[in-house]
């Protein structure tokens, strides 16, 4: 009776591993998906950072002309991020607006009506 008793507890213990082992697994792959996004989205508001940075100062038409399109380009891209989860939570509520506002109306944001 003895040594069924330790079968079964034995068994038992291994059904326990093997969720405990799918429970991990299922955690890892979530915080995996969650940092690659964070990662992402950081990357985004990182490059809306850098090209928004001196947005507006005269440099020359050509200039002008790339510095709109490096805008357009950004916005494009972090349209598609800020609607995650993440970012909404890595931003504060004033940062957020002026980011909606610069989605909304990027073309504030270039040449001499950046400001």
Known sequence: ANIEQTKRD???NLEAQRD???MRDKEHAEYSAD???SEQCSGALEAAVKVLTGAGE???AFLETMREAQILSVVAGVRGVVTR???TRAMAAA???LLDRFLQHP???MGSRAG
């Open 10 to 12: 034995i068994a038992v």
């Open 20 to 22: 405990a082992t799918a």
């Open 35 to 37: 940092r690659t996004e």
């Open 58 to 60: 005269k440099k020359g």
């Open 85 to 87: 989860p993440a970012a």
């Open 95 to 97: 940062d957020r607006q």
């Open 107 to 109: 073309e504030d944001f």
